[in-house]
């Protein structure tokens, strides 16, 4: 079992940044992909931004430029840093992690953006 939580969320102007953190804990010996989803209310989560032990990221298209995803492989923990925040990414964010095939998710944070 991997468990994972999420910090750094909170109440933002328009045009600020925010910094994520997910730490993740419990049998592990390496993950492969680990990344963030967000969920709008009344909106189907979506895919915000994943890197993988290759080193490979990915990103949202409305993200790019903004927002980048690091890693701690000795913390076992994700970042993603998100500046010129923008009200339409107000969102409950949760963490991702998939050591291998199994997929894990963190119980989210709520980033808010005010206009």
């Known amino acids: 079992q991997v468990q994972l939580v999420e910090s750094g969320g909170g109440l933002v102007q328009a045009g600020g940044s925010l910094r994520l953190s997910c730490a993740a804990s419990?049998?592990?010996?390496?993950?492969?992909?680990m990344g963030w989803y967000r969920q709008a209310p009344g909106k189907q989560r979506e895919f915000v931004a994943l890197?993988?032990?290759?080193?490979?990221?990915d990103y949202r298209d409305s993200v790019k430029g903004r927002f980048t995803i690091s890693r701690d492989n000795a913390k076992n923990t994700v970042y993603l840093q998100m500046n010129s925040l923008k009200p339409e990414d107000t969102a409950v964010y949760y963490c991702?992690?998939?050591?291998?095939?199994?997929?894990?998710w963190g119980q989210g944070t709520q980033v808010t953006v005010s206009s």
């Open positions: 890197t993988r032990s290759s080193g490979r990221t």
């Open positions: 419990g049998s592990i010996i390496a993950i492969n992909a």
């Open positions: 991702y992690a998939q050591p291998t095939i199994q997929e894990y």
